[in-house]
């Protein structure tokens, strides 16, 4: 079985950009979350999606959006992109609903982005 | 800050050895899971543990949780050194829906 995708695996992108990045959860997964990892440090929460609703939203600005599709797949949008931008976007998928103690997150292999 | 803070930051081992790292967290949770992640790739879940779980196993891993301390460890016992990587703890917030992670614990297993 395939698990999380993520696409593309790497970025270049100029200050001032916008990007789009994409996660394809796993199949029967209805719950997909994104996080920013700088270099050197841990996953920062970004959004967490569930059956197409948001439902939690971590400290980034409103330069950060995304949506959940009809298939549970995920689209990133970051607008006005700053060099601080730069960072591996992960996208991690849940079979459970995100309360559930059980929620096990699979993640995807990570977008690199940087931001020139 | 971030809820979960790993012990300790580095830690290099011989092959053979076990390889103990500890995670405090500040508030309360449903469960506490455990990732290794390999040079700047993508995570790789290792294991979860409920907040009503003291201990668990998974091959050569072994996680504690103490909820009355916040904090969990993971034992990686006869590391190898296909174990080098950093390991981070997250957790998953009582009543939210966020998951939060540490700033990993970087194992550096020598052959």
């Known amino acids: 079985d395939a698990g999380v995708t993520q696409s593309p695996t790497h970025l270049i992108k100029t200050r001032g950009q916008q990007v789009t990045l994409r996660c394809s959860p796993i199949s029967g997964h209805k719950s997909v979350s994104w996080y920013q990892q700088v270099l050197g440090q841990g996953p920062q929460f970004i959004f967490q999606?569930?059956?197409?609703?948001?439902?939690g939203r971590g400290n980034f600005p409103d330069r950060f959006s995304a949506r959940q599709f009809p298939n549970y797949s995920s689209e990133l949008n970051v607008n006005a992109l700053l060099l601080g931008d730069s960072a591996l976007y992960l996208c991690a998928s849940s079979l459970a609903f995100p309360q559930s103690s059980y929620n096990e997150q699979f993640f995807g292999p990570g977008t690199r982005l940087t931001v020139l | 800050s971030q809820q979960g803070e790993e012990d300790p930051q580095a830690l290099s081992i011989q092959e053979g050895e076990n390889a103990t790292m500890n995670c405090s967290y500040k508030?309360?949770?449903?469960?506490l899971q455990w990732y290794r992640q390999n040079s700047g790739r993508g995570l790789v879940h290792l294991i979860l543990i409920r907040s009503n779980e003291r201990e668990k196993h998974s091959g050569r891993l072994r996680v504690t949780l103490d909820t009355s301390k916040k904090s969990s460890s993971l034992l990686i016992t006869a590391s190898r050194a296909a174990d080098t990587a950093s390991y981070f703890c997250a957790t998953g917030l009582t009543g939210g829906f966020k998951t939060i992670f540490g700033a990993g614990t970087r194992l550096f297993v020598k052959a």
């Open positions: 508030t309360s949770i449903n469960n």
């Open positions: 999606y569930y059956e197409k609703e948001e439902r």
